[in-house]
Each structure stands twice: as structure tokens, then as C-alpha cells.
T-cell receptor, first 114, second 112 residues
Framework: GAGVSQSPSNKVTEKGKDVELRCDPISGHTALYWYRQRLGQGLEFLIYFQGNSAPDKSGLPSDRFSAERTGESVSTLTIQRTQQEDSAVYLC????????????FGQGTRLTVV | DAKTTQPNSMESNEEEPVHLPCNHSTISGTDYIHWYRQLPSQGPEYVIHGLTSNVNNRMASLAIAEDRKSSTLILHRATLRDAAVYYCILRDVSGATNKLIFGTGTLLAVQP
């Protein structure tokens, strides 16, 4: 595809349920990032994958949050036992590894926990 | 992670130039200076980046101080569509610390 694709675009879930959010990065991009953005706030770093290296999970807010990525392809962000404070837009981005290249963002998944 | 400091908000008039400042006094020799912007209800988009020399592209210009401790994003003629939050970010050239951490950015308002 031409850009970073995220699905679903919108998700409404009941408190306590688990959700999975998907990110399809641009082909060939070895770096993949997940962010959370609450309404009216900035981007909060969650997790960073780089090739086959161990992911940087330093931004995950609790053990209810986890993410996987198989090789340099699709990534899935899983939130277990969702809470109302998890309501936010979850953004995914991908880039080549080098620091002098740009990152491309998807349109995000808007998660609403009711 | 190297940090950047930006004003919380700025205002401009349409068709006028806008200079968005960023301080990064702890920048290392291997850090690139990147700028992204986020339009309302959209994901961030890349604007421009540079290392030492000033840079120009179709969207903007980036002026980098000689000591690299500050930079300025220049929009030559602001349009209403340029109203967004602008983020200044440092990225290590080697990719060793490549988390792409966003600060609070500068909210740019453009008046007609």
C-alpha cells in the first residue's frame, strides 16, 4: 500500500473487554511506533520496534498493554481489560531505521471504552 | 533522550511569514532536527529535517543555528491550512535512540 494503514478506524468496546488494534506499515520500513493521544493532548509514546531487536516498551502505561510485530510486517497492539481512561486515538507510524528519514503516520484508531 | 523546548502557542496572519522557534541546547553531534505538524483530527505529518545546514523544501524552510542549539521553522506565507500543532524533535542519525518522542509542540493559529 501507499501508506501506513490502521484498522479499525473506530472501535467502541465495553469496559473490561480486550481489544486488538492493527497496524500495517509501509513495506520495507524496519521501524514501527505506537502512540496514544487522548482528546486535546499530545502524543504519548507507547512502544517502538526496530527490525529484529527487542522492542522498546518503556512507554507502555501498564501490563494491560502489549504489542507484537512479526518481522518487519504487521503489528498488533492489545489492550486487556479495557478501562475508560484507555479511550483515545491510537496512532501507528513507520520509518526506515536511519535518523535522517521521515516517519509516516496512519490515520489512527479511535477507541472509545463505555 | 535529547529534549526540545517550544512556545506553547503562536499566532499569525494569513499570507504573512511565520517563524517557529525551537531550543535544543543538549543536542548531540549525531542528532538530526526534525519537524512534524499535526492538523486537526489527523495524524502527524513530516515537514522538514536537517543536520547542520539550512534546508528548504516545498512546505517550509529550516534555519539551524551555527552551534545547533536552536532552530527555526519558517513558513514563508501562512495559509489557513497551516493552522496546526508543530513539533520539533531530535532523532539520532545512527538510529540507536530512535524512539521519536513528541513534546507538547507549538499550536499555530492563523488569522484570515
Amino acid at each position: 500500500g501507499a501508506g501506513v494503514s490502521q484498522s479499525p478506524s473506530n472501535k467502541v468496546t465495553e469496559k473490561g473487554k480486550d481489544v486488538e488494534l492493527r497496524c500495517d506499515p509501509i513495506s520495507g520500513h524496519t521501524a514501527l511506533y505506537w502512540y496514544r493521544q487522548r482528546l486535546g493532548q499530545g502524543l504519548e509514546f507507547l512502544i517502538y520496534f526496530q527490525g529484529n531487536s527487542a522492542p522498546d516498551k518503556s512507554g507502555l502505561p501498564s501490563d494491560r498493554f502489549s504489542a507484537e510485530r512479526t518481522g518487519e510486517s504487521v503489528s498488533t497492539l492489545t489492550i486487556q481489560r479495557t478501562q475508560q481512561e484507555d479511550s483515545a486515538v491510537y496512532l501507528c507510524a513507520s520509518s526506515l531505521h536511519r535518523g535522517n528519514t521521515e516517519a509516516f503516520f496512519g490515520q489512527g484508531t479511535r477507541l472509545t471504552v463505555v | 533522550d535529547a529534549k526540545t523546548t517550544q512556545p506553547n502557542s503562536m499566532e499569525s496572519n494569513e499570507e504573512e511569514p511565520v517563524h517557529l522557534p525551537c531550543n535544543h541546547s543538549t543536542i548531540s553531534g549525531t542528532d538530526y532536527i526534525h519537524w512534524y505538524r499535526q492538523l486537526p483530527s489527523q495524524g502527524p505529518e513530516y515537514v522538514i529535517h536537517g543536520l547542520t545546514s539550512n534546508v528548504n523544501n516545498r512546505m517550509a524552510s529550516l534555519a539551524i543555528a551555527e552551534d545547533r542549539k536552536s532552530s527555526t521553522l519558517i513558513l514563508h506565507r501562512a495559509t489557513l491550512r497551516d493552522a496546526a500543532v508543530y513539533y520539533c524533535i531530535l532523532r539520532d542519525v545512527s538510529g540507536a535512540t530512535n524512539k521519536l518522542i513528541f513534546g507538547t509542540g507549538t499550536l499555530l493559529a492563523v488569522q484570515p
